[in-house]
């Protein structure tokens, strides 16, 4: 069974780096037959793509968040991350990591504030 799972800080200073794990068990991060995605969604809004991994390790970003953004894999751990540089309060929002788009995370709130 594929099971997904994040973690990292729940609380952000503004300005500051969020870097975020996804830790997967049940399914290669490396095999040619997915693709590993980070979606979040603030606050009374609906889900937004971040950017995904393909098997080869090459990511690729929405436009409007690419010069923020970068998801980097550890295969030994089986594991991806994403790094958003210079949050802001709009930033604030549950994250989830992605088996696109069949195995999810359960989620994880992060609050950007000073």
């Known amino acids: 069974q594929v099971q997904l799972r994040e973690s990292g800080p729940l609380l952000v200073k503004p300005s500051q780096t969020l870097s975020l794990a996804c830790s997967v068990s049940g399914h290669s991060i490396t095999t040619n037959t997915a693709l590993w995605a980070w979606v979040r969604q603030p606050p009374g809004k609906g889900l937004e793509w971040l950017g995904y991994l393909d098997y080869t390790g090459t990511a690729y970003y929405i436009p409007s968040l690419k010069s923020r953004t970068s998801i980097s894999r550890d295969t030994p751990k089986n594991q991806f991350t994403l790094h958003l540089r210079s949050v802001t309060p709009e930033d604030t929002a549950t994250y989830y990591c992605?088996?696109?788009?069949?195995?999810w995370g359960p989620g994880i709130q992060v609050t950007v504030s000073s």
């Open positions: 992605t088996r696109v788009a069949d195995y």
